[in-house]
């Protein structure tokens, strides 16, 4: 037991202890009124002096055991006095005031306190006054019985009380060290994303730039095959980040009108190239009956899909791979779907079935050597279709091949009023854009991508720099990295505000975790964007403000 929640319940106690005498004094006093003892004066002083000390006790706590030893003292004289003055009367009040030393006080003072009042009762037969003998027989077998049973009851309660303190800030001490775990695992997964999404952006950035050139038939697949890879660590890494935010719970879900036979078309479009180089078939089969229009989190969605489309073709040598969505009931407001990705691949054993869906797993030990993978994928995918209310399930056979398949209920919403722009990266925009990067790397890759959109640029090393560069002159829209020297994005952002609150300040940057979103948000930004930089995207987000028209709607509106 610790020190401190030992002294903090023997001054809890001995407060409680103090209240009580306070109030016993106070009845003693009247009960010897009442009675009016032969000395009279004599019986009023011990309850007058308990009451006086209770008071003391209670108004300067830090003195109360000080104060309880004097009460000790003053009442191994006076006890004994009463009795011998008074007789039978005051002997009956033993078994009460036995309270009061196993309350007041500790250790040896209590016990010797305790013994030294319960054995008042002998001197009974010492007094002047007459008394039965039989009444005071019991009375002081009573009174010792008493003071042990308060004696025992008082000490379990009290370590009680310590051990219930003990492991109540044990599990105080437990809960601040998992806070600071998940504080520094989040600072950590911060700092790491912001340092291996830095390079990766100037790696997949330049790859993609250089596979744009004249290239020889050597060159060219070799380059592809690095470019393939750098995306395959930055999944990785998203899939790391996704873990992350599922297991803290702090993964938000959109809820935005799609179309169910769109999504299944344009997850099937990005696996098809990988389907036909193992010379499988990947098909999709959607529903007539499946209403056009539905509410949901098409990134979530088209997530889920992805992984299981990935792994259908990363698990299948030969045959088809299908991706199919289907109509399993429907009201008047809601329509309830159900996905389903398909594989003709090597299967699983029904014993390893469930343990697919747990983080690090995968269907046999030899696969992560085989096929690769972090063993990551199924456990996000089914903890992203939990947080939509469903349940991601397998029907396998193995050698046979297997079927990944879940159900979800989707409202019915009309078509929206401005569908998203047909947008081509080979569409040229007009403008001039800041672009606020400290990394050499990062600034040449996004200038080579800007430029070819069409637009004019403006490069600035720091956010100091790009406040400077707002003040002087005209933008259509600014680039800006968060973590950078001198100022960083955040800061920029608020003393750009300060005196342009139109132009569209996006976050251009590898700070990707939730809190770094809201927070560029606060800061004034209007859109927030991840690197390795995704041309697609950017040129989407771009379009809304540096089209020979600029679009404004609720999709690049400030968030």
Known sequence: MSQSNTALIEQRLRNAGFYILAGFSIVITGVILFARPPSLVIALSFPAAWLLMALAALYWPKYSLAIAKVWALQSAIVAPLLVLENGILPATLIPLATLFPVMLLKG??????????????????????SFDMAIWARLTVTNFTVALMVYLLVHQLEHALISTLDKSQALNDALKAETEAKQTQSRFLATMSHEIRTPMNGI????????????TEAQRPKLQHAFTCSRSLNTLLNDILDFSKLAAGKLVLESIPLKPAELIESVAATFQSSAENKGLTLETHCEDMIPNWLSGDPTRLSQVLNNLVSNAIQYTESGTVSISVSLRSESATDACIKFAVSDTGIGIAPYRQEAIFEAFTQARVSDTRRHGGSGLGLQIAASLVGNMNGQLSVNSREGMGSTFHFTLRMPIVAAPPDEQPEASVQALLQGKVLLVDDNEINRLIAKEVLTSMGLQIQLAEDGRQAVEYARQQPFNAILMDLHMPVMDGYTATREIRSFDSRIPIIALTAAVLEDE??????????????????????????????????????????L
């Open 108 to 129: 040896y003072w209590r016990i010797i306190a305790l013994l030294w009042l319960a054995s008042c009762s002998l001197l009974v037969p010492l007094s002047a006054h």
């Open 204 to 215: 997949i950035g330049m790859l993609d730039l250089v596979l744009q050139q004249p290239l």
């Open 517 to 558: 979103v809201k927070q560029s948000i606060a800061a004034g930004m209007n859109y927030h964007l991840p690197k390795p930089l995704d041309k697609e995207k950017l040129f989407y987000v771009l379009h809304h403000y540096c089209a020979p028209t600029p679009v404004r709607n609720k999709h690049t509106d400030p």
